[in-house]
T-cell receptor, first 109, second 112 residues
Framework: EDQVTQSPEALRLQEGESSSLNCSYTVSGLRGLFWYRQDPGKGPEFLFT???AGEEKEKERLKATLTKKESFLHITAPKPEDSATYLC??????????FGAGTQVVVTP | DVKVTQSSRYLVKRTGEKVFLECVQD?????MFWYRQDPGLGLRLIYFSYDVKMKEKGDIPEGYSVSREKKERFSLILESASTNQTSMYLC???????????FGPGTRLTVT
């Protein structure tokens, strides 16, 4: 069964304290892994797409990496404006997006 | 930039009412989706459409229907609203050549 698991559920960071979020998946024949950012009361905002193991993408303080079993979202020297819920999703065997439950990140000054 | 808009940010309806949620995208995307998002359950797919007048059931279609009469517009209909349909409803669209979905701002629906 296709599954996407994110950890930790919640993460509290001091401003400048780098950390990583994990997304592990079980899906046959990965066709794409996606990272989204979601602010409270708003729709998810697209961040990255990764297609193959070894691929990396960067945007400001965020860097996403992909292996055959998992993806990491690294947050380097976070600022309070990086506070959000980060969602991971994969294309499942039926061609639909399957989402993880998300990691809620809070960055305090 | 892709723009997906939803007709209401907040909606309060009574049990048994018929509810219409509308979504419009301006990027000529073939595919459109309706999700609901609940704490602890994540995003769950209700219905999707890959072309005008075409629709497919997602994971939780019970109690919902959809309509796609024009390519840019996808409507979600709650035939008889119930309290367990209180949720955040999110619309998304994507091009036929890509798997990247772009979301609207969401509609927070409360059924009392």
């Amino acid at each position: 069964e296709d599954q996407v698991t994110q950890s930790p559920e919640a993460l509290r960071l001091q401003e400048g304290e780098s950390s990583s979020l994990n997304c592990s998946y079980t899906v046959s024949g990965l066709r794409g892994l996606f990272w989204y950012r979601q602010d409270p009361g708003k729709g998810p905002e697209f961040l990255f797409t990764l297609y193959s193991a070894g691929e990396e993408k960067e945007k400001e303080r965020l860097k996403a990496t992909l292996t055959k079993k998992e993806s990491f979202l690294h947050i380097t020297a976070p600022k309070p404006e990086d506070s959000a819920t980060y969602l991971c999703a994969v294309i499942d065997s039926w061609g639909k997006l399957q989402f993880g439950a998300g990691t809620q990140v809070v960055v305090t000054p | 930039d892709v723009k997906v808009t939803q007709s209401s940010r907040y909606l309060v309806k009574r049990t048994g009412e018929k509810v219409f949620l509308e979504c419009v995208q301006d990027m000529d995307h073939e595919n459109m989706f309706w999700y609901r998002q609940d704490p602890g359950l994540g995003l769950r797919l209700i219905y999707f459409s890959y072309d005008v007048k075409m629709k497919e059931k997602g994971d939780i279609p019970e109690g919902y229907s959809v309509s796609r009469e024009k390519k840019e517009r996808f409507s979600l209909i709650l035939e008889s609203a119930s309290t367990n349909q209180t949720s955040m409803y999110l619309c998304a669209s994507r091009a036929g050549s890509s798997y990247e979905q772009y979301f609207g701002p969401g509609t927070r629906l409360t059924v009392t």
